[in-house]
């Protein structure tokens, strides 16, 4: 059997090795339930040297690329630059490696996620495009610290419902993407899931987080309600056996 595949955009100024690790609870639920597709933006915003603190260990130092979506350049008008970039990387991975099942996405990553829903959804002659692809719409999306596409020109891509199920996290204090801004987006869609966490700008790494991408991701790959079928069946006979022996 198949597995779903899910295709993984990071945020800003990342890349996919750096999503890795930002994703690793995420990573830890599907496990090999499902194949993971990291993809690295095509938009080279330069290099910064950071450490993985409250990541791995804080001891380790690495340099990682800082790539991104797109550039946002606010003027007399808005503009994402390098965008079109994007979407001919988009519309030949979707051709190459697809289909894909579900997209997870973060911050700027989110929103791309969004859009690529959108074009897939909803086929249009508007300014954004993925060209020729012949890909099925996406099943599910699963989003941390999402934003609209703030670009008049692009707001077209808002006007018809999100149909597809949706999982959102919501940082409570999230200084980078205001949660304001995240609510606006789950109106577009017809029934989200909101998981708010007491937080910043990341994808939660606690077990409350894990329990409830379990409880949606099910839906989508049977294998994980498999998996914890067996978990529970174990630890069952784990504690029948501790009651045997103190008996």
Request: hydrophobic letters at 45%; aromatic letters at 10%; one cysteine or more.
């Amino acid at each position: 059997m198949t597995k779903p595949k899910i295709l993984c955009l990071h945020g800003f100024g990342e890349n996919a090795e750096l999503f890795k690790i930002r994703s690793r609870n995420f990573r830890a639920v599907v496990g090999d339930t499902a194949d993971l597709v990291f993809l690295d933006g095509p938009v080279d915003i330069g290099s910064l040297h950071m450490t993985t603190g409250g990541l791995v260990d804080a001891s380790i130092a690495r340099e990682f690329t800082n790539l991104g979506w797109w550039w946002m350049r606010r003027g007399r008008s808005f503009e994402a630059r390098g965008i079109g970039k994007t979407m001919d990387l988009i519309s030949k991975v979707l051709t190459e490696q697809g289909p894909f099942d579900g997209i997870l996405g973060f911050s700027q990553g989110a929103s791309l996620a969004i859009v690529i829903s959108a074009l897939l959804a909803n086929p249009s002659d508007g300014p954004l495009s993925l060209g020729d692809v012949d890909h099925p719409p996406i099943k599910f999306l699963v989003l941390a610290g999402a934003f609209q596409l703030e670009v008049p020109e692009y707001e077209y891509l808002y006007k018809q419902p999100f149909t597809m199920p949706s999982l959102h996290m919501v940082g409570t204090y999230d200084t980078v993407v205001d949660p304001e801004r995240s609510k606006i987006v789950h109106g577009y869609f017809d029934s989200p899931d909101i998981f708010e966490f007491v937080g910043g700008h990341f994808i939660p790494q606690s077990p409350k987080c894990a329990r409830v991408m379990r409880a949606f991701l099910t839906q989508f790959i049977p294998a994980l309600g498999d998996s914890e079928n067996e978990q529970s069946a174990a630890s069952t006979d784990v504690a029948a056996g501790a009651v045997a022996v103190s008996a």
